[in-house]
């Protein structure tokens, strides 16, 4: 079992090289889904015609494996095809996952030829992530982060902030909304037809 943290400097996600892991798309790394019946995982890799192998292993078995954008192994519901943001030349995989039933917690680790993160899911907690907090601290007259109410009061509340806020001058406006949107599109799948 592999675990990492990540730090994020700053709050800052750089671009990444081709063939790279995007840590924008899969952050917050650390994730509190106490009592939720699913959440939302995001993974990216710099290069949307790129052809190079990505594996998401779920604790040590490999969960999901592509071959570009092509799904080839599928060991989990959750399990896609990576969609190609061409203007950003990024692939990202975007899927929802179901508490393993009695776990205490999960460790995602996504892996490419060139680099690889992890992202941790805590069941035994709820609430936002302390990356996110320090996010918002460092970005507070940016950001705005609503507590999640109504339809997506039972949809994975960090996620739900993430997407609420505006984090321009970290990211960029085309990263951060492209990520924003299919996070959208999961919660609420009348917008795939948009």
């Not at 899969?26 to 106490?34: A, G």
């Not at 989990?76 to 203007?87: Q, Y």
């Not at 776990?103 to 992530?129: C, H």
Request: glycine residues 6%.
């Amino acid at each position: 079992l592999i675990s990492t943290t990540y730090f994020v400097p700053y709050c800052r996600f750089p671009t990444p090289e081709p063939g790279h892991v995007d840590m924008l798309t899969s952050f917050p790394f650390s994730r509190f889904v106490k009592g939720q019946k699913s959440f939302i995982l995001a993974f990216g890799v710099k290069g949307a015609e790129g052809d190079e192998w990505a594996f998401l292993y779920e604790n040590v078995s490999i969960a999901c494996m592509w071959r570009g954008d092509k799904l080839r192994v599928n060991n989990n519901s959750a399990c896609v095809p990576m969609l190609k943001h061409k203007a950003l030349d990024l692939r990202a995989f975007y899927g929802r996952f179901r508490p393993r039933p009695g776990a205490q917690s999960d460790t995602f680790l996504f892996v490419t030829k060139r680099s690889y993160l992890t992202v941790t899911v805590d069941y035994t907690q709820n609430g936002t992530s302390p990356e996110v907090e320090e996010c918002n601290s460092k970005f507070h007259t940016e950001c705005n982060f609503p507590q999640s109410t109504g339809e997506h009061k039972n949809i994975e509340p960090t996620v739900i902030r993430l997407v609420s806020c505006s984090i321009a001058n970290s990211v960029g406006n085309d990263r951060h909304h492209l990520i924003s949107l299919q996070i959208a599109k999961l919660i609420n799948p009348k917008l795939q037809r948009n």
